[in-house]
């Protein structure tokens, strides 16, 4: 258990990468982390695309809004994960939502992506999460179907440099027991 909870606190978002490529047999290590993720009723709703082009990278830092601390790392990165959800399928029964907060995508697809960044830190590989963009001009770029939507956008590389571990709330400061 403390290996894994060392994994946990290590693991950094990553904003500049070197220029080096990832082997092939560790990026289907961290896509099989993908495959093996949770989801509700085992739906599996994701779809995920491998971006390695840099004209479609570049087409993808165009979709970040201004001042995005995570456009050179687009653009950067060797390969960007593009975590799209299959839409109304996870958190659904009989084409109908079970739950108060409907369709359970994000839910899934946040799991998805902390699986695929745990599992790439463990091979000295960096990520970051993108989640401020255009969704709609990203899902155009990338050709996504409808009923799909893109959720999150993952460079993936070695770090250029350490990231600093930003303070953490104390346990106390956010859990509360039996009651609000």
């Not at 201004?66 to 109304?88: D, R």
Request: aromatic share 10%; charged share 25%; hydrophobic share 40%.
């Amino acid at each position: 258990m403390s290996d894994f909870m060392e994994i946990i606190k290590k693991r950094r978002g990553i904003r500049r990468y070197q220029d080096q490529e990832i082997p092939k047999e560790d990026l289907n290590q961290v896509l099989e982390a993908i495959r093996w993720s949770p989801s509700w009723a085992n739906t599996q709703c994701w779809e995920v695309i491998v971006i390695k082009d840099s004209a479609i990278k570049q087409k993808l830092q165009e979709t970040l809004s201004t001042g995005n601390p995570a456009t050179n790392a687009i653009g950067e990165a060797p390969v960007v994960i593009a975590f799209c959800g299959k839409l109304e399928h996870s958190g659904y029964k009989k084409g109908q939502a079970t739950t108060k907060f409907g369709d359970w995508f994000m839910f899934d697809l946040g799991i998805a992506t902390q699986s695929l960044c745990l599992a790439a830190h463990t091979l000295n590989l960096g990520t970051v999460i993108v989640g401020l963009f255009d969704q709609d001009k990203a899902k155009n770029v990338l050709k996504v179907p409808e009923g799909y939507e893109v959720v999150a956008l993952v460079p993936l590389g070695y770090p250029a440099k350490e990231a600093i571990t930003p303070p953490r709330k104390e346990i106390d400061e956010f859990v509360h027991y039996d009651t609000f």
